[in-house]
């Protein structure tokens, strides 16, 4: 999940209609539990300690929660908004960057009131964020073929901690080697890589790609994987990781399909309460996948982060 904001031109993804379910589903449904926030999930107080430019249009923003935080999975988020009326009223949701300690960093690109506000923060401006929500990404274990991570603009803010926890083992499982994570990272043109000396100061391997061929090979992420396919500088056997644009990941999601690879995708969704209430964030389910007793999932409590085997986004437009 990136940074979405009131004035993004992103659609949400629509509702679909309810399906007709056989009969020998119907007790699944019955069964189901419904989604509901994490339970380490909480309303807190925060003071900004900095803001950093980052690129073209993005900063880097650094606060301090009142309470302390024990360290959270990468690709989670929080709902994040100022205490003073320069905020809109409702929260935005913003992928945590890097932890600290008790301090959090934030990637933001900025393009609306939301992000605008949070942009113009000095040390000591009152924060309230409502976290950490979501499930992040699954884990990212070396036991396995290789990671690949494809980022396309601000869609890399959940990968650094990714990177971080993967090097050092994630749920007991047997740690990543820094060969077995390659970075995607894709923007329009250079200065909206954001961050990227940081990434690549990580250890794993990243590569980057711009519409505009200012940095690394033209062309977007999955010509990028494409060419590395063709040079054999990948294997053909990785496993996917993917945030970004919502049709980089339809592409993605049709890639991971059309070449039997397991996949996950990070959703930059709208979403107005962040903890499943209001059902502004759904995201289409896979019939015959694991969340497939119900027509759509909630992204901000079942998500952001989903496998290409529970939900789809090629025909939700």
């Known amino acids: 999940m990136g940074d979405p904001d009131q004035n993004t031109v992103r659609r949400p993804l629509p509702h679909r ?37 980052c690129g073209d249009d993005g900063v880097i923003l650094r606060i301090r929660p009142d309470s302390a935080l024990p360290p959270i999975r ?44 949070l942009a113009a923060c000095t040390p000591g401006t009152a924060l309230r964020l409502i976290g950490p929500l979501g499930n992040g990404w699954p884990a990212l274990d070396g036991d396995g073929p290789p990671w690949v991570m494809l980022a396309g603009g601000i869609g890399s803010a959940p990968f ?11 749920d007991g499982r047997m740690a990543a080697r820094r060969d077995q994570l390659v970075l995607l990272y894709g923007a329009a043109r250079r200065g909206m890589l ?10 794993a391997r990243v590569e980057a790609c711009t519409d505009d061929g200012s940095l690394g090979f033209r062309g977007n992420v999955l010509e990028l994987l494409e060419s590395l396919w063709s040079a054999g500088a990948v294997p053909r056997d990785v496993r996917l990781l993917a945030c970004g644009p919502e049709r980089m990941l339809e ?36 019939p015959e996948g694991p969340m497939g007793a119900w027509p759509n999932a909630k992204c901000c409590v079942e998500g952001p982060v989903f496998s290409t085997s529970a939900i789809t986004l090629a025909h939700a437009h």
């Open 194 to 203: 954001y961050d990227i000396d940081a990434f690549r100061s990580l250890g």
């Open 74 to 117: 990468a690709a989670r988020f929080f709902m994040l908004r100022r205490e003073d009326k320069l905020s809109p009223a409702i929260p935005r949701p913003f992928s945590i960057y890097r932890q600290d300690g008790n301090e959090l960093e934030f990637l933001l690109k900025v393009m609306g009131p939301g992000t605008s506000a």
């Open 251 to 286: 592409a993605t999601e049709h890639l991971a399909r059309d070449r039997g690879l397991d996949c996950w995708l990070s959703l930059e969704s709208l979403m107005g309460c962040g903890v499943g209430i209001c059902n502004g964030c759904p995201v289409p389910t896979v």
């Open 17 to 53: 209609a309810p399906r007709a379910v056989p009969l020998d589903r119907r007790k699944d449904i019955l069964s189901a539990s419904m989604p509901a926030p994490p339970p380490d999930a909480r309303t807190l107080t925060a003071k900004a300690v900095s803001v950093m430019r």
């Open 160 to 170: 650094y901690m990714g990177i971080e926890q993967a090097l050092r083992g994630m």
